[in-house]
T-cell receptor
Framework: GEDVEQSLFLSVREGDSSVINCTYT??????LYWYKQEPGAGLQLLTY?????DMKQDQRLTVLLNKKDKHLSLRIADTQTGDSAIYFC????????????FGKGTKLSVIP | ETGVTQTPRHLVMGMTNKKSLKCEQH?????MYWYKQSAKKPLELMFV???????ENNSVPSRFSPECPNSSHLFLHLHTLQPEDSALYLC???????????????FGPGTRLTVT
């Protein structure tokens, strides 16, 4: 089946690292994505990783993929108050599929 | 304009009204999507258009009617909605053919719909 799970809340102190975790169930996923949603706004694509990769780094963001455990994580280094938002994990299935399956989102609160 | 734009940003309508949501993408993409975002539920894919043809329709009630006149524009026509249809409606676009890459979807800011 298709199911993406995330914890609902995470609080961190400004300057610390945040790690947001996600598990998915479909082993045929080809791409996995992280999106950010600020209040009153749409979803902003942060980064994505192809399923044959283990890690991807982009400035303060590091994505780790453990395909065996179907576990994806997003690490935000030096978390800032502007990083406060809801973060969504999403998976895309194989060839011919347009659908992204999203988790319910993790609300990240950054404490000054 | 850049990216994906949506109008209106907010809409309040009665159950007997007819209204339309508009989406425009300025990214040269060939696929467009409508999603519904309700509180405490994952994003729900409603419709997908690829090369202006509808390719997915995920059991959406007929009171929602999509239209894709060209690859840059997507509409969602609304009629006789119910209060439970109140939600944030998000449009997205992606490049699905001809290029390597992550087929990532880019979203508009959404239309906040309230049905009274």
């Amino acid at each position: 089946g298709e199911d993406v799970e995330q914890s609902l809340f995470l609080s961190v102190r400004e300057g610390d690292s945040s790690v947001i975790n996600c598990t998915y169930t479909d082993s045929s996923s080809t791409y996995l994505y992280w999106y950010k949603q600020e209040p009153g706004a749409g979803l902003q694509l942060l980064t994505y990783i192809f399923s044959n990769m283990d890690m991807k780094q982009d400035q303060r963001l590091t994505v780790l993929l453990n395909k065996k455990d179907k576990h994806l994580s997003l690490r935000i280094a030096d978390t800032q108050t502007g990083d406060s938002a809801i973060y969504f994990c999403a998976e895309k299935l194989g060839a011919g599929s347009y659908q992204l399956t999203f988790g319910k989102g993790t609300k990240l609160s950054v404490i000054p | 304009e850049t990216g994906v734009t949506q109008t209106p940003r907010h809409l309040v309508m009665g159950m007997t009204n007819k209204k339309s949501l508009k989406c425009e993408q300025h990214l040269g993409h060939n696929a467009m999507y409508w999603y519904k975002q309700s509180a405490k539920k994952p994003l729900e894919l409603m419709f997908v258009y690829s090369l202006e043809e509808r390719v997915e329709n995920n059991s959406v009630p007929s009171r929602f009617s999509p239209e894709c006149p060209n690859s840059s524009h997507l509409f969602l026509h609304l009629h006789t909605l119910q209060p439970e249809d109140s939600a944030l409606y998000l449009c997205a676009s992606s490049q699905e053919f001809g290029l390597a890459g992550g087929h990532e979807q880019y979203f508009g800011p959404g239309t906040r719909l309230t049905v009274t």
